[in-house]
């Protein structure tokens, strides 16, 4: 008789133990160790890696390395609301596998060939290998055109439309209004537009997109907290080191944080605001001037994290949680 008691004991008590097994560990994946759920990282379509030699405070030479990542042409839905064919790139171009690091920065910073650009002031990185941060979209652009020089490449930024006067400074910037012009022909280092950065952060197969509510890479929407933080950094006390999270289909890491990327273009260059808007009315022209910033950081929630969120800031803003990526038209 003991012995049918204990059998039936069991019979309830076994599936019920495995069924709240089950439940911790697709709620908290990441806590339970026996459950860890450790996504995989992607080569993506092809890779292309630069290097630097930063001599460091010994006199030793070190090699700072960065690749960058295929991305081809495509339409892809954009917005956390997915409208159908609202992200439009027409042409491929390569993006940085990680945001800009210290180690990156220091090395353009002492590079001989870049010796005639000047960046603002000294922006923070938790370690060398953590992603910038404080650094303005004004310094940004100055520092693509750098990189580029320091590498062997024309610049892609400059004062004139004759492309002839390379920006050098964020004090250029200030005193130009933030106006400047793209070189068409050139192969040098940029920051990428909105819609390039969108398309690729969904990017799965050029067919099927990331929805705009996850972070880039997730196969949850942003609101599932276990599954978001292994994609995304936010809500920390810190950056962490790049790639330390799982990259997306592309291959490209932290996209959606551990901190705020700036793009190119104005904020409002879907529906620009109206210059009789702007006079007289100080927060039409400060909405004109705000550049367009993407993804998440260690610093803010969940909720930027989504791939489809498009935010502005004005561009001479140097902000904690704040960096950048670089990009590269054509493959």
């Given at each position: 008789?003991?012995?049918?008691?204990?059998?039936?004991?069991?019979?309830?008590?076994?599936?019920?133990?495995?069924?709240?097994?089950?439940?911790?560990?697709?709620?908290?994946?990441?806590?339970?160790?026996?459950?860890?759920?450790?996504?995989?990282?992607?080569?993506?379509?092809?890779?292309?890696?630069?290097?630097?030699?930063?001599?460091?405070?010994?006199?030793?030479?070190?090699?700072?390395s960065f690749a960058l990542k295929r991305v081809?042409a495509g339409i892809a839905p954009g917005l956390?609301?997915?409208?159908?064919?609202?992200?439009?790139?027409?042409?491929?171009?390569?993006?940085?596998?990680?945001?800009?690091?210290?180690?990156?920065?220091?090395?353009?910073?002492?590079?001989?060939?870049?010796?005639?650009?000047?960046?603002?002031?000294?922006?923070?990185?938790?370690?060398?290998?953590?992603?910038?941060?404080?650094?303005?979209?004004?310094?940004?652009?100055?520092?693509?055109?750098?990189?580029?020089?320091?590498?062997?490449?024309?610049?892609?930024?400059?004062?004139?439309?004759?492309?002839?006067?390379?920006?050098?400074?964020?004090?250029?910037?200030?005193?130009?209004?933030?106006?400047?012009?793209?070189?068409?022909?050139?192969?040098?280092?940029?920051?990428?537009?909105?819609?390039?950065?969108?398309?690729?952060?969904?990017?799965?197969?050029?067919?099927?997109?990331?929805?705009?509510?996850?972070?880039?890479?997730?196969?949850?929407?942003?609101?599932?907290?276990?599954?978001?933080?292994?994609?995304?950094?936010?809500n920390q006390e810190s950056s962490l080191p790049?790639?330390?999270?799982?990259?997306?289909?592309?291959?490209?890491?932290?996209?959606?944080?551990?901190?705020?990327?700036?793009?190119?273009?104005?904020?409002?260059?879907?529906?620009?605001?109206?210059?009789?808007?702007?006079?007289?009315?100080?927060?039409?022209?400060?909405?004109?001037?705000?550049?367009?910033?993407?993804?998440?950081?260690?610093?803010?929630?969940?909720?930027?994290?989504?791939?489809?969120?498009?935010?502005?800031?004005?561009?001479?803003?140097?902000?904690?949680?704040?960096?950048?990526?670089?990009?590269?038209?054509?493959?």
């Amino acid at each position: 008789m003991a012995k049918i008691r204990l059998k039936s004991l069991l019979s309830v008590l076994v599936p019920l133990v495995l069924l709240i097994a089950f439940a911790l560990a697709i709620t908290f994946p990441t806590q339970l160790i026996s459950f860890a759920i450790t996504p995989k990282s992607h080569d993506g379509l092809g890779t292309e890696t630069h290097e630097l030699v930063l001599r460091d405070a010994s006199g030793k030479d070190q090699i700072v390395s960065f690749a960058l990542k295929r991305v081809p042409a495509g339409i892809a839905p954009g917005l956390c609301t997915d409208e159908p064919g609202l992200t439009v790139v027409d042409k491929p171009f390569r993006l940085a596998e990680t945001e800009v690091t210290g180690a990156l920065w220091d090395a353009v910073r002492a590079s001989p060939a870049s010796a005639f650009y000047t960046l603002g002031s000294v922006p923070t990185a938790t370690g060398a290998d953590h992603p910038l941060e404080r650094v303005s979209w004004r310094d940004a652009v100055v520092f693509c055109n750098a990189l580029s020089v320091a590498l062997g490449f024309d610049p892609v930024y400059y004062r004139d439309s004759a492309v002839s006067r390379p920006v050098t400074s964020a004090a250029e910037l200030a005193a130009d209004g933030d106006i400047l012009y793209l070189s068409e022909s050139s192969t040098g280092f940029r920051l990428p537009r909105s819609a390039e950065w969108e398309l690729a952060a969904r990017y799965i197969d050029g067919t099927e997109w990331t929805p705009g509510g996850h972070p880039s890479g997730g196969t949850h929407p942003y609101y599932f907290d276990s599954r978001t933080s292994l994609y995304a950094v936010y809500n920390q006390e810190s950056s962490l080191p790049v790639k330390t999270l799982a990259s997306n289909r592309l291959g490209l890491y932290d996209m959606s944080g551990s901190v705020w990327e700036w793009c190119f273009e104005k904020f409002d260059w879907r529906n620009p605001v109206a210059p009789e808007m702007i006079a007289g009315n100080p927060l039409a022209e400060e909405a004109s001037r705000k550049r367009v910033v993407r993804g998440g950081s260690w610093l803010g929630n969940f909720y930027r994290v989504q791939i489809g969120g498009e935010f502005g800031s004005l561009p001479d803003l140097e902000a904690l949680g704040q960096g950048f990526r670089v990009a590269r038209s054509g493959w």
